[in-house]
């Protein structure tokens, strides 16, 4: 089992390397700094047991990433 933890970090660098290092050494945590949607379309069919998506909020977003 693993936790992924998804997120461009693209305006908070300095989170996204404070969160690296706070996992760095638990190889059930893994990092990806992609975009949440491109992420979980790559992904194979029942690859993520479960799956809480911090979403952007928006009606849009949210629809988008539920129909994946």
Known sequence: RKLYLCDTWSNRPKMYREVVQKFASDSRVQCVRDDDLAWLQSLPDQFLD????????????????LAI
């Open 50 to 65: 479960w799956a809480y998506v911090d979403t952007m909020h928006t009606y849009e977003q949210t629809v988008k990433e």
